[in-house]
């Protein structure tokens, strides 16, 4: 079993900033990518950011130049660096890891969410 324990949402007005943390724990021999996703109400979950083990990110359109996906492997932790926010970046933010628990065994895992609200 992989838990995730996410922290860093909040409120804010728009153009501020907000930095989201996502920290693993468990049986863990690799994590191969993290990310993280989004899900406003009345909306499908999209992914935001993925990050894989060797440091290649991608991220969807609407945020690039606005958010920065990092993680430090050795504390098994995955951030989200959020500034310039907008009133359309509110959502439950999701964490999720891609967990190799053995050499052959590949686990996904998500954490409990987190809220993000950008409002004036």
């Known amino acids: 079993q992989v838990q995730l324990v996410e922290s860093g949402g909040g409120s804010v007005q728009p153009g501020g900033s907000l930095r989201l943390s996502c920290a693993a724990s468990g049986r863990i021999f690799r994590i191969r990518a993290m990310g993280w996703y989004r899900q406003a109400p009345g909306n499908e979950r999209e992914l935001v950011a993925t990050?894989?083990?060797?440091?290649?990110?991608n991220y969807i359109e609407s945020v690039k130049g606005r958010f920065t996906i990092s993680r430090d492997n050795a504390k098994n932790t995955v951030y989200l660096q959020m500034n310039s926010l907008k009133p359309e970046d509110s959502a439950v933010y999701y964490c999720?890891?891609?967990?190799?628990?053995?050499?052959?065994?590949?686990?996904?895992?998500w954490g409990q969410g987190t809220q993000v609200t950008v409002s004036s």
């Open positions: 990050i894989t083990d060797g440091g290649s990110t």
């Open positions: 999720h890891t891609e967990v190799y628990t053995s050499a052959l065994s590949r686990l996904e895992s």
